[in-house]
């Protein structure tokens, strides 16, 4: 079975532009969460989707917003680019029923 | 509030020795308790779980967790270190009291010296 794929691996974007980013989860897994890493603040949780529902929030600003697709295909966006943003974002898949994770590589974005 | 606390940023230990990187966490219901670990550059890999049943849990590479309910403790260990366990580990707890939320702990970063 193939693994969490997440495009693009890297990515360098100039501040005040927008990106996207995109996450497959593994086949058969409904559940998408996604994560920021970063090395101060450690993995922060960004947003958690299941059957194209966001079911949970983390605590960041309007700028970021994801959605998931009927194929569980997730996507997240970051409108308005900071320097502070500047991090590895995580993508994971689970099976429905809250069990574990299993994480893509993630995307480097580094913002400049 | 729902946390999750790994009280050492980093834990040192000879190879050979056993190791253990402690997570205790506080929920409002049944917890479901999971370790990750994260190798330099990479993403994160599951390596066990505590949902129910024995509070023992066995997991990848050796690693085994404890699920103690009165210290709401689900400490991670393994008899012997080897250095390629050297890595960033993450405690995280499901609170299945409220709204089912994912929570992480810091990490903590384990160094094994040969």
């Known amino acids: 079975k193939a693994g969490v794929t997440q495009t693009p691996r890297y990515l360098i974007k100039t501040r005040g532009q927008q990106v996207t980013l995109s996450c497959s989860p593994i086949?058969?897994?409904?559940?998408v969460s996604w994560y920021q890493q970063t090395p101060g603040q450690g993995l922060q949780f960004l947003f958690e989707?299941?059957?194209?529902?966001?079911?949970n929030k983390g605590n960041f600003p309007g700028r970021f917003s994801g959605r998931q697709f009927s194929n569980s295909r997730s996507e997240m966006n970051v409108s308005t680019l900071e320097l502070g943003d500047s991090a590895l974002y995580l993508c994971?898949?689970?099976?429905?029923?809250?069990?574990?994770?299993?994480f893509g590589p993630g995307t480097r974005l580094t913002v400049t | 509030a729902q946390s999750v606390a790994q009280p050492e940023d980093q834990v040192n230990v000879a190879e050979g020795n056993p190791l253990t990187v402690k997570c205790t966490y506080s929920?409002?219901?049944?917890?479901?308790l999971f370790w990750y670990v994260q190798y330099p550059n990479r993403g994160l890999q599951f390596l066990l779980k505590?949902?129910?049943?024995d509070n023992l849990v066995k997991g990848s590479y050796g690693f085994e967790a404890e699920f103690n309910k009165s210290q709401t403790s689900f400490h991670l260990k393994k008899p012997s270190a080897l250095v390629s366990d050297s890595a960033l580990y993450f405690c995280?707890?499901?609170?299945?009291?409220?709204?089912?939320?994912?929570?992480w702990g810091a990490g903590t970063k384990l160094i094994i010296k040969p």
């Open positions: 505590y949902i129910t049943g």
């Open positions: 989707y299941f059957s194209e529902t966001q079911r």
């Open positions: 994971a898949s689970s099976l429905p029923g809250f069990y574990e994770q299993y």
């Open positions: 929920v409002s219901g049944n917890p479901y």
């Open positions: 995280a707890v499901r609170d299945m009291g409220s709204n089912y939320q994912l929570i």
């Open positions: 086949s058969g897994h409904r559940s």
